[in-house]
């Protein structure tokens, strides 16, 4: 099981309408197949930090792991989220696999989605503050 953790806030400028329509998406997103479990919501982190909503999902495994950052519907998905974002930290991953190269390889499966698809990649460079781990 891999179970990635990921903290965002939304941008000054996006409306109640806007935020509403990301987080049913993101909501979407986590009921692809690929996805055994999810929650989307509310932060309750320290307000400091400046994020102010959370998703966690969990994947079976590397294959679904993959499944999931290709899914017609995540991608879809991202080009109406990633916009919105002020601020994201794509968390630290928990895992049971006992491979010891699990982080490189799920490294690799985002780095291959940003050389497959530019405009991902342009949308995701757009995002003010970006953190990894």
Same mark, same amino acid.
């Given at each position: 099981? @891999?179970?990635?953790?990921?903290?965002?806030?939304?941008?000054?400028?996006?409306?109640?309408?806007?935020?509403?329509?990301?987080?049913?998406?993101?909501?979407?997103?986590?009921?692809?197949?690929?996805?055994?479990?999810?929650?989307?919501?509310?932060?309750?982190?320290?307000?400091?930090?400046?994020?102010?909503?959370?998703?966690?999902?969990?994947?079976?495994?590397?294959?679904?792991?993959?499944?999931?950052?290709?899914?017609?519907?995540?991608?879809?998905?991202?080009?109406?989220?990633?916009?919105?974002?002020?601020?994201?930290?794509?968390?630290?991953?928990?895992?049971?696999?006992?491979?010891?190269?699990?982080?490189?390889? @799920?490294?690799?499966?985002?780095?291959?989605?940003?050389?497959?698809?530019?405009?991902?990649?342009?949308?995701?460079?757009?995002?003010?503050?970006?953190?990894?781990?």
């Amino acid at each position: 099981m @891999i179970v990635q953790f990921m903290r965002f806030a939304f941008r000054e400028e996006s409306t109640e309408k806007q935020k509403a329509r990301a987080l049913e998406l993101i909501r979407r997103t986590a009921k692809v197949e690929s996805v055994a479990y999810s929650t989307v919501g509310r932060l309750l982190g320290d307000p400091a930090e400046g994020y102010t909503h959370g998703y966690s999902f969990g994947l079976a495994d590397l294959d679904a792991f993959e499944r999931y950052m290709y899914d017609p519907v995540h991608l879809a998905g991202d080009t109406e989220i990633l916009p919105h974002y002020a601020k994201l930290h794509v968390g630290v991953a928990v895992t049971d696999d006992p491979d010891p190269d699990l982080g490189a390889k @799920i490294s690799a499966v985002y780095e291959g989605k940003l050389a497959r698809y530019p405009e991902w990649e342009r949308l995701m460079t757009a995002i003010p503050e970006v953190r990894f781990g």
